[in-house]
């Protein structure tokens, strides 16, 4: 398997978009589409957290400024990652919805949210981690369910900030990793 080091144009293949790539490398080539933090979490919000309104994704506790925000949502849409429908009761309003190229994302981010929590302090309840990790074939499967049905409920609780986090009997403790189960304070 040989990866240019220089701009190449991608084959055409049927229902996908084509353009100049820096390297063929397929990790490349995904990171040029959704490699920014921004368009991962909106992502992350859209499949986990049921988000659908410009206004969900803004107050989603990121601090993502809303130009930056308004940028990521049209480059989304313009990739086939994201859709947009009017709202059906005030069609002046937008709801953004995953394609099936975008929910096919979500093994990436099941994958991220693991590796984070083992290897990062971070708020995620360890007991909720080490769950979503030995039921990853169900979490991915219901994932795509609760988007076939467009069912916004989501699909894990919300994460406090690092440094406090909720466990699952409800107590306040502080930021962890979950490989190790230490409390950081």
């Not at 063929?24 to 490699?35: D, H, N, Y």
């Not at 993502?64 to 009017?86: F, V």
């Not at 099941?110 to 360890?126: D, F, K, M, N, V």
């Amino acid at each position: 398997m040989h990866f240019a080091s220089h701009p190449v144009t991608v084959a055409a293949v049927p229902g996908k978009p084509q353009g100049k790539h820096r390297s063929g490398c397929p990790v490349s080539i995904s990171l040029e589409i959704f490699g920014d933090r921004w368009s991962l979490l909106i992502i992350r919000d859209m499949m986990v957290r049921g988000f659908r309104t410009f206004r969900e994704f803004q107050q989603s506790g990121e601090g993502i400024a809303t130009n930056i925000l308004a940028d990521r949502l049209r480059k989304l849409e313009a990739r086939g990652i994201i859709t947009s429908e009017p709202e059906k009761k005030d069609r002046r309003r937008v709801n953004y919805r995953l394609t099936e190229k975008g929910i096919d994302l979500a093994p990436v981010l099941l994958e991220l949210l693991i590796w984070g929590a083992r290897h990062e302090e971070t708020s995620a309840p360890c007991a909720v981690i080490e769950e979503l990790a030995r039921n990853r074939e169900q979490v991915l499967a219901e994932a795509r369910r609760r988007w076939q049905k467009r069912d916004p409920t989501p699909l894990l609780p919300g994460f406090g900030s690092v440094g406090q986090v909720t466990t699952v009997q409800g107590k306040l403790g502080g930021s962890h990793n979950c490989d190790t189960a230490r409390v950081v304070k």
